[in-house]
């Protein structure tokens, strides 16, 4: 197989398969101008499952003092995590995903809404440099307007969400 054929099977870049290649992967032939590369599937596979389970074994901690490390890591990582929940300085993923979403949708609102705010303003203006001006005041507006998450996110709470209803 040449390179093309084997990041096809495989379902990767050629950016990859040049990645393989330089960390060892087994090659038939090297390419050339006009000589193509051409790679042992099987040979292939049977590397690429040596390099995952060399990887998997380094990553896997072999004495009793790196799993004591580790666990003493995790509970470390785990109580300034606790802590940091304590001090409302983190959130529930779905909490984060709700605010974001509503925030998007406040800033798609104010943009939707430039034509009409600047049309009126627009009427009839032939100089480019005062168009420019006047779109570049309403953008700015809707986004000013769209920053002021503190509200935003008030008056969503003040709102009862299907799920309570």
């Not at 960390?23 to 193509?36: D, K, S, T, Y």
């Not at 309403?138 to 307007?145: C, N, P, Q, R, V």
């Amino acid at each position: 197989m040449n390179r093309s054929e084997l990041a096809e099977i495989h379902g990767v870049a050629l950016t990859t398969i040049d990645t393989w290649v330089r960390g060892n992967c087994p090659v038939l032939q090297r390419g050339a101008r006009g000589i193509e590369w051409s790679f042992n599937t099987a040979d292939v596979a049977r590397w690429r499952e040596d390099e995952r389970a060399r990887q998997a074994a380094a990553t896997t901690p072999t004495t009793r003092e790196e799993l004591d490390l580790r666990r003493a890591t995790a509970d470390t990582v785990r109580a300034e995590l606790e802590l940091s929940k304590a001090k409302d300085e983190v959130a529930p993923v779905a909490e984060f995903e709700k605010a974001t979403a509503r925030l998007m949708a406040a800033i798609r609102t104010n943009m939707l809404n430039i034509p009409q705010r600047a049309v009126l303003r627009l009427l009839g203006e032939t100089n480019e440099t005062a168009f420019k001006k006047v779109l570049r005041e309403e953008i700015a507006l809707a986004l000013e307007t769209s920053a002021d998450v503190e509200a935003i996110l008030e008056a969503d709470e003040q709102e009862p969400d299907d799920d309570e209803e």
